[in-house]
């Protein structure tokens, strides 16, 4: 049996548009599942580096408190009273482990912006490629949003 021709045409307008509302549907589940993937990284992103920033309080404290009976210690050890006074060696000793306990905190804490700053950079460059990766599926969407 043959389909006269107006028919075949309006078959083909009902696959087409049949198909149009296929994709549209595939493409809006997509976009959906796109943006709850984004947030559930944007609280996984903030989780970590709540986290990373109260790991690096407590380790940046105790140096400092290390740092504090390192001192309170090396203070203790010279005496007071001039009954005995440090020898030369004693005294160049005490100088040289201020100096070293000086240096390492100075260095931990170097270390530590520079982690810090690091981890900062990575969660933003990833956030900015996220931004642009969601606004590149959205035509009507300014991009930089």
Sequence with gaps: MEWPPEDAHLQAVRILTHAQQTADHYVADAERYSREVAQEARLQREEILADAKSRAGLLLEEAHQQAAAAATAAAGAIPTAPAEPISG???REMEREIAYLRTFSDVYRTHLRSYLEALLRNIEEWERSERDS???????RPRGD
């Design 89 to 91: 060696g004693e005294r």
């Design 134 to 140: 969601l606004s590149a599926g959205e035509p009507g």
